[in-house]
């Protein structure tokens, strides 16, 4: 498990990844959601279980 500035952890999961936010306030958005948008990962926010995730997983034709 990798973490995201310690505001967050990553976790890989069916070719992309769960991104579980620890604290929402704190962590780097832009800058995360850039970074996947431009790896052509498709980018979704849900929750699970009370936690916040950024899913993503890589863009298929």
Same mark, same amino acid.
């Given at each position: 498990?990798? +973490? #995201?500035? !310690? &505001? !967050?952890?990553? #976790?890989?999961? &069916?070719?992309? &990844? +769960?991104?579980?936010?620890?604290? !929402? +306030?704190?962590?780097?958005?832009?800058? #995360?959601? /850039?970074?996947?948008? !431009? +790896?052509?990962?498709?980018?979704?926010?849900?929750?699970?279980?009370?936690?916040? &995730?950024?899913? /993503?997983?890589?863009? /298929?034709?």
């Amino acid at each position: 498990m990798k +973490a #995201v500035q !310690g &505001y !967050g952890e990553i #976790v890989e999961e &069916y070719g992309g &990844y +769960a991104i579980r936010i620890i604290d !929402g +306030a704190r962590f780097p958005w832009s800058k #995360v959601c /850039t970074l996947l948008l !431009g +790896a052509d990962h498709e980018v979704w926010i849900e929750k699970r279980n009370g936690d916040l &995730y950024i899913i /993503t997983k890589p863009i /298929t034709d």
